[in-house]
């Protein structure tokens, strides 16, 4: 017994020391591996199990929480969730703007929220609304949409 303590405590200690470390710094995974310690503690306390048996345990229970836990763990509603969260312009593809200045196959202007874009497709004139079918670098491919009748 090391420093007067059980070895299944001293895993039991190291493993709430883990989690405990994991809500300091998420991400590390450190949960998965708190826990293998926690329950290698507890199996060794109630067995009795030498060292080799411990650290053969710990490995298994480390592996069996990762496979099996992480697919909770690891899921979030970030940029996997979206793939064109940093890619403003292909976000407006199919959008409906306002053309601002005449928009023909050479250029114009749309009006996309408060801000204002180079446009080419068309043919539209100054207050028409087209639809965003494409993105050219900086440039809004537009065409011309449905129109809904005047009110």
């Not at 405990?20 to 009795?48: K, Q, R, S, Y």
């Not at 004139?125 to 009748?149: F, K, M, Q």
């Amino acid at each position: 017994m090391m420093f007067g303590l059980h070895p299944g405590w001293l895993w039991a200690i190291a493993g709430v020391l883990l989690l405990i470390a994991e809500v300091i710094a998420p991400g590390f995974f450190l949960v998965f591996i708190g826990a293998a310690a926690i329950a290698t503690g507890l199996f060794t306390v109630l067995f009795d199990l030498g060292i080799a048996p411990q650290i053969g345990l710990f490995i298994i229970y480390a592996a069996l929480f990762v496979l099996v836990f992480k697919r909770w763990y690891g899921q979030s509603d970030g940029p996997a969730a979206d793939p064109l969260l940093n890619d403003r312009a292909a976000r407006l593809v199919g959008r409906s703007v306002t053309v601002v200045e005449a928009v023909d196959e050479h250029g114009g202007r749309v009006r996309v929220g408060d801000g204002e874009w180079s446009a080419r497709g068309g043919p539209a004139a100054p207050g028409d609304r087209v639809r965003v079918a494409s993105v050219e670098g900086n440039c809004l491919i537009v065409e011309r949409g449905a129109t809904l009748p005047a009110t």
